[in-house]
Nanobody
Framework: QVQLVESGGGLVQAGGSLRLSCAAS????????MGWFRQAPGKEREFVAA????????LYADSVTGRFTISRDNAMNTVYLQMNSLKPEDTAVYYC???????????????????WGQGTQVTVSS
């Protein structure tokens, strides 16, 4: 089992920045690829960003490319999502997730992830 706890969400004005953190405990964090997903009210959960288990490969949704950066610190068992130039359409609950198949390219589909955090709310005002 892997336990994931997100933090860092909040209310920010458009154009502002937030950094989300996801702290992992349980099994060896460095064995897991990590992803960030988000879900806005009335919408399906969507992929935001992912990082491979070694940290060498990252993927981003088109909507956040150039604005968001995913990173990981295996010594701290934590994955981060730096969000810059935030827009009102980024408003959602953000979830981190872990999957342990160790693919070279991290996965982008929510059903491919085994463990999920409880989510943290991000609200961007216009």
């Amino acid at each position: 089992q892997v336990q994931l706890v997100e933090s860092g969400g909040g209310l920010v004005q458009a154009g502002g920045s937030l950094r989300l953190s996801c702290a992992a405990s349980g099994r060896t964090f460095s064995n897991y690829a990590m992803g960030w997903f988000r879900q806005a009210p009335g919408k399906e959960r969507e992929f935001v960003a992912a990082i491979s288990w070694r940290g060498g490969n990252t993927l981003y949704a088109d909507s956040v490319t150039g604005r968001f950066t995913i990173s990981r610190d295996n010594a701290m068992n934590t994955v981060y999502l730096q969000m810059n130039s935030l827009k009102p359409e980024d408003t959602a609950v953000y979830y981190c997730a872990a999957e342990g198949t160790q693919p070279t390219i991290p996965r982008t589909r929510s059903y491919e992830y085994d463990y999920w955090g409880q989510g943290t709310q991000v609200t961007v005002s216009s």
